[in-house]
């Protein structure tokens, strides 16, 4: 089918077996919530709240969530920023639910643009505590179809939200996608789940834990679930990195336009390669890491002011050079534009005569 990533991002999602969606409207991602409205009371037993507000939006997805139904919101940068105190709530109760974030320029209000400045916000845990989010990035619609229906698998599998990072662009970009048939996971025994205590004791399910003990004893779990997510989910793709010298390290939209700026710089003999996490948490230290022992030179390529950059530098620990090449506010600049940056830093770097 030709689509829309919204609309994509919406069908992969029923698809998956989502049956509740609850949102507020924000632009670049309002298609998402349109083809929800539309197609979810067709889904059996499917409901589609718009709520009044990011706020409340989150909240209901907290409430279907607990009990047990596949769950999930979406917005765009300002209101994924309201949303983050119900994530930070979902994260403490270890519940599975799936958000996207289409994201737009800021700071603040900024435009409907596409960007990737809340690299941050998604990787950090945007909202208050020690949490984590798993963090998918999708480059094209197919992707977005296909990493939309593993983030509810993730989230039952892991019982935590997972985020989609997406941006205006592959939002509003129509691509050919195609859904495969799809065998969902058996999730793991639900026996947290709140359905009624029919003839079994009751369960409750909280995030406030007042005994500073038992909090410090809830927070070690976590953790020990987030370096289970760590060992076993880390997603990367490489384009041209067996004999490079110098490599772009980009996600998201930001790596199709640096996998454009490489087959033109490799028509001029530059050994020039991709690497592109897929998930942004957990991060791909470890292959980053791994991959100075070849490579010479990196050049960290985004759509903010330079957020990415710091996991590229913590990843290689001083042992190669990182070079930032940075665009905010919702300007994509042109594979064109990215070679003359990558021709000027290799020359700059390896030496040798400039190609015209």
């Excluded at 199709?256 to 690497?275: P, Y």
């Excluded at 942004?280 to 010479?296: G, K």
């Amino acid at each position: 089918m030709l689509m829309s990533g919204n609309h994509a991002a919406g069908e992969a999602a029923i698809r998956a077996g989502c049956k509740c969606y609850f949102g507020y409207p924000i632009t670049p991602q309002n298609e998402l919530t349109e083809y929800m409205a539309a197609n979810m009371p067709n889904v059996k037993g499917g409901v589609f709240i718009q709520a009044e507000s990011e706020i409340a939006a989150v909240n209901m997805v907290l409430g279907a969530a607990l009990t047990g139904v596949r769950a999930m919101t979406s917005s765009s940068s300002p209101g994924i920023s309201l949303k983050q105190e119900g994530i930070s709530y979902l994260a403490g109760c270890e519940l599975p639910a799936v958000i996207i974030n289409v994201v737009r320029g800021g700071p603040g209000l900024g435009n409907i643009a596409p960007s990737q400045s809340d690299y941050f916000q998604a990787t950090r845990g945007g909202g208050h505590g020690d949490y984590r989010t798993i963090v998918l990035a999708p480059s094209s619609v197919q992707e977005l179809v296909d990493l939309t229906m593993d983030a509810f698998e993730l989230a039952d599998e892991y019982r935590n939200p997972v985020l989609v990072l997406g941006d205006g662009l592959l939002g509003q970009m129509m691509e050919p996608v195609e859904f495969k048939s799809k065998t969902h996971k058996k999730p793991p025994p639900r026996d947290w789940v709140l359905d009624g205590a029919k003839g079994r004791k009751s369960r409750f399910n909280r995030s406030l834990i007042l005994d500073p003990d038992l909090m410090e004893e809830h927070n070690w779990k976590l953790a020990r679930k987030y370096q289970l997510i760590e060992r076993k989910e880390i997603r990367y793709e490489t384009y041209k990195l067996k004999d490079a010298k110098l490599a772009i390290v980009a996600f998201g939209v930001a790596a199709r336009v640096a996998r454009g700026a490489i087959k033109r710089v490799r028509e001029n003999g530059l050994k020039v390669g991709l690497i592109r996490p897929i998930t942004l948490w957990p991060f791909p230290y470890q292959f980053i890491r791994n991959s100075a022992n070849n490579i010479e030179d990196f050049i960290a390529f985004e759509f903010n002011t330079g957020q990415m950059v710091e996991d590229v530098r913590l990843a290689l620990e001083a042992k190669a050079e990182v070079y930032l090449y940075a665009r905010p506010g919702g300007v994509i600049p042109t594979p064109i534009e990215l070679s003359r940056v990558i021709t000027r830093r290799y020359y700059e770097k390896f030496g040798g005569t400039k190609a015209a």
